[in-house]
C-alpha cells in the first residue's frame, strides 16, 4: 500500500471565500486572540457562528465580515463596545456593512456622523459616558473601596 505524503499541519489550505471558518482560522486572520472572539459573541447577537458537537465554532463569512466591522471600529476608530452596539441597533449591520468596504477615510466620516464623540479621543469619551456607565463605574468604584477597607482591617496588627 502506498501513501500520499500529507501536507504539513500548518500548511495554509486554501478555502472558497463562501466557507465556513473555524475560530483559529479567523482568530489568525484578524490578528485577535480566540478568546475576544467568543467575548464579542456574547456582546454583539448579529455574530452568530454555527457551532457542531462539542462546541466547535465555525464562522459563517457574514459572521467574519461582521468580525473585521467591530475590529475596525473598536481598535481603529476608537469606539467603545457600547459605541458598536449602539451603531449596529441604529443604524443596522447592512448600512455598517457597506460603510466597512469604503476606505477608512470615508468610514471615519460616516462614524463621526453617527456618533461623533466616540471617536474623539479617550478622554472626551470617559467625559461623555451614559448614565447607566457612569452608575455602574461608581457602583464598582464603591466596591473597590469597601474591599480596600476590609483589607485594611484585616492587615492591621492586633485584629
Known sequence: MILSPRAPANAPTEK????????REVADSLDLPQHVLR???????QIRP?????????????DIERL?????????EGYTIKGVQ?????????????????????????ASAAEPHARSGVQETHS?????????L??????????????EQARAPGS
Open 39 to 45: 467575548f464579542w459573541e456574547t456582546r454583539f447577537p
Open 50 to 62: 454555527l457551532k457542531r458537537a462539542g462546541g466547535r465554532r465555525y464562522y459563517r463569512p457574514d
Open 86 to 110: 449602539k451603531l449596529f441597533k441604529e443604524q443596522g449591520v447592512q448600512a455598517l456593512s457597506a460603510v466597512a468596504l469604503s476606505p477608512v477615510e470615508s468610514s471615519t466620516d460616516a
Open 128 to 136: 461623555r459616558l451614559a448614565d447607566d456607565e457612569l452608575a455602574a
Open 16 to 23: 472558497s471565500p463562501e466557507a465556513y471558518r473555524t475560530i
Open 68 to 76: 473585521r466591522l467591530i475590529k475596525r471600529l473598536l481598535y481603529d
Open 138 to 151: 461608581g457602583e464598582a468604584l464603591a466596591e473597590i473601596r469597601e474591599a480596600e477597607r476590609i483589607l
